[in-house]
């Protein structure tokens, strides 16, 4: 039985290798790239479905690739716009046994059995999150990302949290709960943009590549 067990193990291993190799050979050459965070199960007509594809549309002419969880509602809204706009549309798509159904509007499509695996594309790959509405998935994709930014784990990103009305009362008992308790620091908030407006979080996502071109240019001169 202990031998079977180390099988299992092994085999495990190999398809969570194989998982990696496979992400770091297609996402390699896909640019600067914003991940686009959301429920999936919100409908195409929702408010929140026509901004999501807006914002992508908006980020695609500036550029960007677009990544997304892969699957229906905010997911296929990023890659919707993306897509409508002939940009790199990529789906980071997790096997679940309820949602999670590829959409039909990626052009760069991967599948993800681990999610540890899927969340360590997204980061590795993205230069800014937008988080719209969404669930415990949500939540996780863009705490992990602050929490990574805060202990200095990766490089600076833009985390912008899209929907004052639904992102308020987190915010709001971040400060009140977290912040009160010496849990979180001050300028912890910093990291966090809260907005309605898809200007200003363009805005904030072309000046952070602005800076970060300014640094690679930098670092290019001193290496040379």
Not at 19 to 27: A, I, N, R, S, V
Request: charge should be negative.
């Amino acid at each position: 039985m202990i031998d079977d067990l180390k099988g299992d193990e092994s085999w495990r291993m190999f398809r969570i290798i194989s998982e990696f190799t496979e992400g770091f050979d297609k996402l390699s050459d896909i640019g600067f790239t914003i991940s686009i965070f959301g429920s999936a199960r919100t409908d195409p007509n929702d408010p929140y479905y026509l901004k999501a594809v807006e914002a992508s549309k908006r980020l695609a002419k500036e550029n960007y690739s677009i990544i997304s969880g892969g699957g229906p509602g905010i997911m296929a809204a990023a890659n919707q716009g993306a897509a409508e706009q002939g940009a790199i549309s990529v789906g980071l798509n997790i096997d679940l046994p309820f949602e999670q159904t590829p959409n039909k509007f990626q052009n760069k499509s991967l599948e993800f059995r681990y999610f540890f695996v899927r969340k360590v594309m997204f980061v590795k790959y993205s230069m800014g999150y937008i988080c719209f509405p969404g669930g415990f998935g949500t939540l996780d994709e863009c705490f992990e990302a602050l929490t990574l930014v805060q202990t200095n784990k990766i490089y600076k990103i833009p985390v912008i949290l899209f929907g004052v009305e639904f992102w308020s009362g987190l915010i709001d008992w971040m400060k009140d709960t977290l912040l009160s308790h010496n849990t979180i620091s001050e300028e912890d908030f910093d990291l966090i943009l809260l907005t309605d407006s898809i200007d200003e979080a363009v805005e904030l996502l072309n000046n952070h590549r602005e800076q970060k071109l300014k640094y690679i240019k930098e670092a290019s001169k001193e290496n040379s």
